[in-house]
């Protein structure tokens, strides 16, 4: 399982990182995805909650 990100569908809302921060970061100004950072449902939990569906799980 993989998350995949588009950065041009994002709309920065912070919600993935305030959600589930150990897997979803912003180092350096750069938007991390830490795969591994939680459990395969937390991260499904959290990708279903973006807003403007810019998250999605590749299997
Ligand atoms: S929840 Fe979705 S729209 Fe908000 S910052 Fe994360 S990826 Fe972007």
Do not use: Y
């Not at 100004?29 to 999605?56: H, M, N, W, Y």
């Amino acid at each position: 399982m993989k998350v995949i990100w588009d950065e041009d569908t994002c709309i920065h809302s912070g919600k993935c990182v305030q959600n589930l921060p150990s897997v979803f970061q912003v180092r350096d100004g750069r938007f991390v995805i830490v795969q591994d950072g939680a459990t395969q449902d937390e991260i499904a939990k959290t990708v279903g909650q973006c807003p403007s569906k810019a998250l999605r799980i590749d299997d």
